[in-house]
C-alpha cells in the first residue's frame, strides 16, 4: 500500500489526531510488503549512480549498450540484467 498524504486540517485543534492518524497511516504503508517494483523507463543516464543502482532504459533516447531493458551498474559500466 503506498503511502498518500491526507489534506491538514484548517483548524490548529484538530492537528493532534491528523497528526496521530497520519504517522499510523505511514506505519501501515511501510509495514506492508509490494509484491512488485515498478521501474519507469529512463530516458537520460541518471546524475549520480554507484554501484547497485538499477535503472529501466528506454534504449534509444538512453542505450547503455544492448537496447531497451534492465541495466545494473557495478564494476565501473551498466550491465545488462535481462
Known sequence: ?????????????????????EF??????????EQMLMLQPQFVAPKKYADGCICFADGTSWNPGSGAGFYGFYGGSWKKLG
Open 1 to 21: 500500500m503506498a503511502f498518500r498524504p491526507s489534506n491538514v486540517p484548517a483548524d490548529p485543534k484538530n492537528l493532534p489526531f491528523f497528526l496521530g492518524q
Open 24 to 33: 499510523r497511516n505511514v506505519a501501515q504503508s511501510m509495514a506492508q510488503s
